[in-house]
């Protein structure tokens, strides 16, 4: 199964930006979905964003109500690489940040960015944003 792994995070001042980056082990890695889950103290892991396959058509992405118009997901196949670029953090925002890859080449960031359909994940990473 492939391995991934996040990097990225940290503690920023709330306004602040952070990008993360999950780097695959393995290169088929861009037939597949890639989403970004994060899971704060007391809450379920929830989406944050989810990008489709580099050869679906649609070329879709997926993104929570919450962080439209602030993070922005993209994919760089060829360093088997999918940034999360974060901007306007809030404290809301703190939270273990994952990578995951979904088990299906089938699936898509639109229809399918549910923490269910994915079945590779990193091991997390903390981002906290102070006030």
């Known amino acids: 199964q492939v391995q991934l792994i996040e990097s990225g995070g940290g503690l920023v001042q709330a306004g602040g930006s952070l990008r993360l980056s999950c780097v695959a082990s393995?290169?088929?890695?861009?037939?597949?979905?890639v989403g970004w889950f994060r899971q704060a103290p007391g809450k379920e892991r929830e989406p944050v964003s989810c990008?489709?396959?580099?050869?679906?058509?649609?070329?879709?992405?997926f993104y929570a109500n919450d962080v439209k118009g602030r993070f922005t997901i993209s994919r760089d196949s060829a360093k088997n690489t999918v940034s999360l670029q974060m901007t306007s953090l809030q404290l809301e925002d703190s939270a273990v940040y994952y990578c995951?890859?979904?088990?299906?080449?089938?699936?898509?960031?639109?229809?399918?960015?549910?923490?269910?359909?994915?079945?590779?994940w990193g091991q997390g990473i903390q981002v906290t944003v102070s006030s």
């Open positions: 995951a890859v979904a088990s299906s080449t089938t699936y898509s960031a639109q229809a399918h960015c549910v923490a269910g359909y994915f079945g590779a």
């Open positions: 393995d290169g088929t890695f861009s037939s597949y979905a």
């Open positions: 990008i489709s396959s580099s050869y679906d058509g649609d070329g879709s992405t």
